[in-house]
């Protein structure tokens, strides 16, 4: 496997500061360095250079984060030249690839070989290093998140230095940069486990709110990947199962899947979500139409073109992870603060599950786990609704996705994760100075 040392870096120390947005546009910055390297030598360089001259670093991806986690302004790592594929291992069952490689690529790659990740969440867009640090997760009955199924990783550290890391190399701090939050150093390559191939059928049906609650156990206990979008003012919701297939592949119709995936999921749900912006009204209604609009499919694809969809209508998010058995009950309080309040919710709130893991920062250590996620259209006032979730999520135990928009703070995340102490040390150990901080982490894992 080459590691892929060597090479120039791009550095531009820039004079007039070129401001960075994220996807969603509520987070801005504008470091005083950007640099892009294509190699690990290079960042290594970079961020050698960067802390002896007094900046913090930080790393970013595609800004599918809706937190601050990646802001500074000091020096900025963009990712667009440290990609590709830097060894493919069929005998290990393993991929690795540069930290800035998007899972669109790493995804289709994969599929040329005949190979798969075992799961992953809905969108491709992130840069795999970006998803891991912030534990994006799909949904499965068995199959944990991305980070989950890293076995090995590259990390520059404050001084330069590189520190290789598995569970038989440097394994206290591989545990905790498997999600790091870029707190720890900036990673430069993952490995993740793959297997062959394979096929899931996805069933996708309309089902009352109330069966899908009544049945959440059992629907999760038989399917492999389970998970629903519950649409606000309404008593509708919209359930996906996957499971492994024997074949053959039978995927959705070029029509069909154009009609459903971009013309209703994107285009004309854009256009509903203006409107609901512009006349805030007209919301419940549409949502009641919309809601009874929906029509059963199934199909059989190969996993990455099951699991994931194009998300072009631009939204913010906050997701709470959960015990499982308080899931049910959690999302039945969302539903009466929906309707007892005078909110307007265009978005449908978003279900999904995942097996317990040993992650000292996975929002799954430890105990198994529901997510639920609040979504409002970009632009839209959110403020009142996700205050209010929030409060509904944290009564129950309730972990903040790492990447989405959450008001805790480090004595509360502590309090929740028993392992909180165990990455705080490693990250005192490994950036004693923060050089990779900033005032996100100082807010969510302290000084």
């Known amino acids: 496997m080459s590691s892929g040392r060597g090479g120039r870096q791009a550095r531009k120390d820039l004079g007039t500061r070129t401001t960075w947005r994220n996807w969603a546009g509520n987070v801005a910055m504008a470091p005083a360095r950007t640099v892009s390297p294509s190699t690990t030598d290079a960042l290594s360089e ?55 490689t ?9 599929a040329a070989a005949g190979l798969s990740l075992t799961n992953m969440g809905d969108i491709m867009e992130q840069t795999v290093s970006g998803a891991v640090s912030t534990g994006t997760h799909g949904t499965g009955r068995a199959s944990a998140s ?48 793959v297997e062959p191939e394979f096929l899931l059928t996805a069933r996708e049906e309309p089902m009352a709110f109330e069966a899908v609650t009544r049945d959440f156990d059992q629907l999760v206990a038989e399917n492999e990947h389970f ?5 606000p003012h309404t008593d509708s919701c919209n359930t996906k199962r996957n499971n492994r297939s024997e074949g053959p592949a039978q995927p959705l119709p070029r029509l069909r899947g154009w009609i459903d995936d971009e013309l209703l999921s994107n285009g004309v749900f854009q256009g509903v979500c203006s409107l609901g912006a512009a006349a805030p009204a007209v919301v419940p209604p549409i949502a009641r139409i919309s809601s009874r609009a929906l029509s059963a499919r199934t199909y059989t694809d190969i996993p990455y073109r099951v699991f994931t969809s194009p998300r072009r209508v631009r939204f913010i998010e906050m997701e709470y992870a959960l015990p499982r058995e308080a899931l049910v009950p959690a999302l039945w309080e969302l539903k009466q603060l929906v309707e ?13 599950t995942a097996p317990a893991d040993g992650i000292p920062l996975s929002t799954a250590q430890g105990r198994e786990t529901g997510y639920i996620a609040v979504h409002m259209y970009r632009g839209s006032p959110h403020e009142a609704y996700f205050t209010e979730a929030e409060r509904i999520m944290t009564a129950h ?25 165990e990455f705080t040390r490693v990250r005192d150990r490994l950036d004693p100075d923060r050089v990779f901080g900033n005032d996100y982490l100082r807010r969510v894992l302290g000084e």
Not at 68 to 84: Q, S, Y
Not at 227 to 231: A, I
Not at 340 to 352: A, G, K, T, Y
Request: with cysteine.
């Open 46 to 100: 970079a961020v050698r250079r960067a802390a002896e001259d007094g900046l913090r670093v930080k790393a970013v991806g595609t800004g599918h984060s809706f937190t601050a986690a990646a802001v500074t302004d000091g020096m900025l790592i963009r990712p667009e030249h440290l990609v590709g594929i830097r060894g493919l291992d069929r005998d290990a069952g393993t991929v690795t690839v540069a930290a800035g």
């Open 102 to 110: 998007s899972l669109r690529h790493l995804n289709e790659t994969l």
């Open 146 to 193: 991305l980070a989950a199924q890293v076995t090995g990783l590259e990390l520059v550290c404050a001084d330069g230095s590189v520190l290789r890391c598995s569970e038989q190399e440097n394994a206290e701090v591989f545990a905790a940069a498997r999600l790091g939050l870029g707190a720890l150093g900036v990673i430069s390559e993952l490995t993740f486990s």
């Open 227 to 231: 998970e629903f979008y519950w649409f």
């Open 340 to 352: 007892r309040s005078r909110l307007q919710i265009s978005f449908p709130v978003e279900v999904r």
């Open 397 to 421: 135990g309730g972990r903040p996705h790492w990447g989405k928009l959450h008001s805790r703070d480090a004595a509360y995340l502590a309090s929740s994760y028993p392992r909180f102490e």
